[in-house]
């Protein structure tokens, strides 16, 4: 494999640009848990601190910061809920930004991979684990507290209405959404341009101010994420 | 007065309209006992807390948040119930846990963070058991399958050497391994056709062994044979090959299942040992219920039901005798070994059984530690008079062993 030549951070609080020496770009996070990886991806040692490769390919997130989301809404400490952890690759990355003070609320109801997430949350304190079904929210609220950020990518037809359930019990007024909307999960019969925009009418019709949509191609075909902040109902 | 409830894993909280906390009830800081009650929780069962603080503050109504909840406290409270999803006192209680897990004295924030890191990983192990339902008869079916297969992979390949000595005896002796024998059978088929070295090698055999069997195989004083003969030959090791690749993959099965079922288990012996204990004990709950003694000996039910009988020394070890530390250790220290380490199986197949707590660190170091200190502490042999009464001892119990079976034998015949 090719030598790093330099990272740097981008202009998003903690998510990183590493430079090979064959010239190819990657986005990369501070690892929180030293010596190992989650999802095969590559560790790098640069100026004493290690760093984690970030595969647009395998995470929505990478795949919309690559292809131009303006602004990220994870800070240092943030509170997150996320919707849909899988196994817990965003997860883990979404846990290196907001560092060991921020937390990951992580909710899968899938046990099959649950299996692997909760290897992940081994290491990472800052993750919660939750295995339940995002839309009974209130079925976990003995385990959250009101967040920062919403991260919704569960892939249900939906889940604009889960998303916005979720965030009328738990979101901060004037927190955000990130929202990846996959449109064959949606409606297989109609066109995806039309699709996100019905979505997108949803969320703002429930309280939510739409910043940005990115299409996620080629590192998703057919997907975008939607950034939205939260005024509240 | 009216309160709105809010319940949590630090407790119960109650909010007057206005949004002002009134009184609480902390939970119970044992892990084990918080997960039960939310697990109840999670199906609607008020926590204790809540009933204790609805008592404590005299509510005469009470708002929930979940509308199952609602006849449930009713009628275990006494009071008039309502629910309201994200009510006063909901909303604000979540936008400062922190400061209410400060202010009332349940934990510093990292402790707080702490608690729910953990709760969360024992509360998802636990509902991973349930939805899980007994996938420990997964794992204990694939180990079986694997010793299954590795008797037929005997079977095999005895048969296989016996026919291709036929045509190159020389190669029995020269290649021990199933699996490399069975290679070059399937690789080359005519003996003639094994000439080159790097092919061999490819295979795993070493480049000296290599040589050799070049060598010898152009000086075989076996039979010649044809094709059909050859071929029939290829396929029974192609067979063998295949029920190999079987075999680790089967083995890769359990391993990831063991993982999941009996994590703790699996720290301390490794994956398949882990899976024959839990077949010998035909399960993970039985296996949790065995004391350490029993434990120490699954495997051995022979030898130890005959040192029962006649009262010759019992076994020391039964299946556990895989354990690296004990096979590889001198004869004395193999009983103390396992002795430890059958102590901390059965604590780790308790955790394992009945909660999801993963304690595989301390359990291993603990073991380790105790496995250090017999190997310093019984550095040699136990002195030459001790040993031999323990021989003759053991010489009077074959005796006595060889009359029992014979008594049996007779008693099975009435
Ligand atoms: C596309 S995957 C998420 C991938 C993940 N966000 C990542 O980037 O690493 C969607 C996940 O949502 C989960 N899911 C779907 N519906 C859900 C629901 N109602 N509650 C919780 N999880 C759900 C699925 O089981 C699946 O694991």
């Known amino acids: 494999m090719s030598e790093v030549v330099s990272i740097y951070e981008t202009n998003m609080l903690n998510i990183f640009r590493c430079e090979f020496e064959d010239g190819t770009v990657r986005l990369c996070t501070k690892n929180l848990s030293p010596g190992h990886n989650v999802y095969g991806e590559r560790l790098i040692r640069y100026n004493k601190i290690e760093y984690r490769e970030w595969n647009a390919f395998r995470s929505k997130l990478a795949g919309a910061i690559m292809k131009g989301l303006k602004e990220s809404p994870l800070s240092v400490g943030s509170r997150v809920l996320y919707l849909g952890a899988a196994s817990g690759t965003t997860v883990s990355h979404v846990s290196d930004i907001v560092e060991a003070s921020g937390k990951v609320y992580a909710v899968e109801f899938s046990p099959r991979v649950v299996r692997e997430l909760i290897m992940v949350a081994q290491r990472r304190p800052n993750v919660i684990t939750i295995l339940a079904d995002a839309r009974f929210p209130q079925r976990f609220r003995t385990l959250v507290e009101a967040v920062d950020v919403l991260y919704v990518d569960i892939a249900q037809p939906d889940q604009a209405e889960i998303a916005s359930y979720n965030a009328s019990l738990y979101l901060k007024k004037e927190g955000h959404l990130l929202l990846a909307i996959k449109a064959r999960s949606i409606d297989v019969t109609k066109e995806p341009e039309e699709i996100y925009k019905r979505e997108v009418e949803k969320l703002s019709s429930n309280g939510f101010d739409v910043r940005q949509v990115v299409n996620l191609d080629p590192y998703d075909k057919d997907h975008v994420m939607v950034l939205a902040k939260y005024e509240g109902k | 007065m009216k309160i709105y ?254 993982r999941e079922v009996a994590p703790n288990i699996t720290a301390l012996v490794d994956s398949s040992l882990g899976a024959r204990l839990l077949s010998l004990a035909n399960g993970l709950d039985e296996l949790a219920k065995m004391p350490a003694s029993t434990i120490q000996v699954l495997g051995a039910e022979k030898a130890l039901f005959r040192a029962l009988r006649s009262g010759a020394r019992p076994p020391k070890h039964g299946i556990i005798y895989q354990y690296p530390a004990i096979h590889s250790s001198p004869r004395w220290q193999r009983g103390k070994i396992a002795r430890a380490l059958a102590s901390k199986l059965a604590i780790a197949a308790k955790i394992d059984a009945f909660t999801g707590r993963l304690s595989s660190d301390q359990l291993v170091d603990q073991l380790m530690k105790r496995i250090e200190e017999i190997k310093t502490k019984y550095p040699s042999a136990p002195p030459r008079q001790e040993s031999q009464k323990q021989e003759s001892q053991r010489q009077k119990g074959k005796r006595e062993r060889g009359r029992g079976d014979r008594r049996r034998r007779g008693g099975r015949r009435r």
């Open chain 2, 5 to 258: 409830l809010v319940e949590h894993a630090i407790g119960a909280f109650a909010f007057n309209d206005r949004g002002e906390l009134v009184d609480y009830v902390h939970n119970n800081k044992e892990i084990g006992k918080v997960v039960d009650y939310l697990l109840e929780n999670e199906e609607g069962e008020p926590l204790p807390s809540s009933l204790e603080l609805v008592k404590k503050v005299g509510a005469e109504e009470v708002v929930v948040e979940d509308e199952r909840e609602v006849q449930k406290l009713q009628a275990k409270a006494g009071v008039k119930v309502t629910y309201a999803t994200s009510h006063v006192g909901a909303r604000k209680f979540r936008e400062s846990l922190e400061s209410f897990a400060l202010s009332t004295h349940f934990a510093s924030t990292d402790e707080l963070y702490n608690y729910l890191h953990q709760l969360s990983l024992e509360l998802t192990r636990r509902k991973l058991r349930k939805a899980a339902q007994r996938r420990d008869l997964l794992a204990i079916q694939a180990v079986r399958a694997m010793d299954d297969i590795d008797k037929t992979i005997n079977l095999f390949s005895e048969r296989l050497r016996e026919w291709y000595s036929v045509h190159f005896p020389e190669l029995d002796k020269m290649l021990e391994d199933h699996r490399q024998y069975a290679s070059v059978v399937s690789r080359f088929g005519y003996r003639d056709a094994i000439g080159n070295k790097d092919e061999l090698v490819e295979l795993g055999i070493q480049e000296a062994k290599a040589s050799r069997i070049i060598d010898v195989a152009r000086k075989s004083i076996g039979a010649e044979l044809s094709e059909a003969d050859i071929r029939a030959l290829t396929s029974l090791s192609d067979s063998i090959l295949r029920l190999f690749q079987i075999r680790d993959e089967l083995n890769e099965y359990v391993d990831s299942v063991m």
